[in-house]
């Protein structure tokens, strides 16, 4: 899961024991990243 | 019935997207059978699909599809058969807004009816990219392959002059809308003069009545195509179905 630290802007990979929190400066706020999957869509 | 029709154009856009025009000769089930077959028989090319690569805009990749796909586009016919797809493709990066005329395509013949309709507008540092397959169908399938948008008729309506009116009754505006046939066989639109026939017929005693079978049909396209070519279509469409029928009844 990849995931964005949103204090200091920074790629964050969540492991499982880890616990929620960025390991660049702690803060506990991560943002969810978009997909890099194309997606498509129906138009109806 | 069927060779008796006189029809005659009363005006006409530039651009050819409007026209109003009169047919005589019509039944009232032909007529809005016309209507209907312009509104849903005549197919265009709308986007139905789209494949997003990138989309860091604010609104959500269904809510840009949907506006994707009423965006008109332009259909030549004769090239192509129902079902047919054209794709397109839009790459804007912000601070920008992406335009209908961002779009490019796979084919010269088929792009967007109007360069400026705004599809989202950009931020800086967001980005839409996508893919999309534009799909030949008709109005019945979904309304954004509606040719024809604001499809109207009305009766043509005929003004005959009585004589003077009693000159001490108060004047009261009269309004009538539509096209009317004056006295003298003149097609006038009443827009003309304000709507209102005691513009045209001050201190007249005025008879108003509809002409029987006599349609002034409104038309105007989406872009897509000529309002000529959209509504010779329709009939067309409208034709073939009566003659599938006739062959398929007869026994």
Do not use: Q, W
């Given at each position: 899961m990849s995931y964005k630290c949103s204090r200091c802007k920074r790629d964050v990979e969540l492991d499982e024991y880890g616990g929620v929190r960025c390991p660049y400066c702690g803060h506990r706020v991560l943002l969810k990243e978009r997909a890099p999957v194309v997606k498509e869509v129906d138009v109806r | 019935?069927?060779?008796?029709?006189?029809?005659?154009?009363?005006?006409?856009?530039?651009?050819?997207?409007?026209?109003?025009?009169?047919?005589?000769?019509?039944?009232?089930?032909?007529?809005?059978?016309?209507?209907?077959?312009?509104?849903?028989?005549?197919?265009?090319?709308?986007?139905?699909?789209?494949?997003?690569?990138?989309?860091?805009?604010?609104?959500?990749?269904?809510?840009?599809?949907?506006?994707?796909?009423?965006?008109?586009?332009?259909?030549?016919?004769?090239?192509?058969?129902?079902?047919?797809?054209?794709?397109?493709?839009?790459?804007?990066?912000?601070?920008?807004?992406?335009?209908?005329?961002?779009?490019?395509?796979?084919?010269?013949?088929?792009?967007?009816?109007?360069?400026?309709?705004?599809?989202?507008?950009l931020k800086q540092g967001q980005r839409l990219e996508f893919e999309a397959d534009a799909v030949l169908d008709t109005g019945k399938d979904h309304a954004k392959h509606q040719g024809g948008v604001a499809v109207g008729y009305r009766h043509l309506q005929r003004v005959e002059v009585l004589g003077d009116r009693d000159g001490f009754d108060e004047e009261e505006p009269h309004i009538l809308r539509g096209v009317i046939e004056t006295d003298e066989g003149e097609l006038v639109h009443t827009e003309e003069f304000g709507a209102d026939l005691t513009n045209r017929y001050p201190?007249?005693?005025?008879?108003?009545?509809?002409?029987?079978?006599?349609?002034?049909?409104?038309?105007?396209?989406?872009?897509?195509?000529?309002?000529?070519?959209?509504?010779?279509?329709?009939?067309?469409s409208l034709r073939d179905r009566a003659d599938e029928l006739a062959t398929k009844v007869a026994v």
């Open positions: - | 019935m069927a060779d008796d029709f006189d029809v005659e154009v009363i005006s006409r856009d530039e651009d050819g997207r409007s026209a109003r025009f009169l047919v005589r000769g019509l039944t009232p089930a032909m007529a809005n059978g016309i209507r209907r077959a312009v509104v849903a028989d005549v197919p265009t090319l709308s986007i139905d699909t789209v494949r997003f690569v990138e989309n860091s805009s604010v609104m959500f990749d269904e809510m840009v599809a949907l506006r994707l796909g009423l965006v008109p586009l332009t259909t030549p016919l004769d090239d192509f058969e129902l079902g047919d797809t054209v794709t397109l493709a839009l790459d804007v990066e912000g601070p920008a807004t992406a335009y209908s005329g961002d779009l490019e395509t796979s084919d010269s013949l088929v792009r967007p009816a109007d360069e400026n309709i705004p599809i989202i507008e201190g007249k005693e005025l008879a108003v009545t509809d002409v029987p079978d006599a349609f002034v049909f409104h038309v105007e396209t989406d872009g897509s195509m000529d309002v000529d070519e959209l509504v010779l279509r329709a009939v067309d």
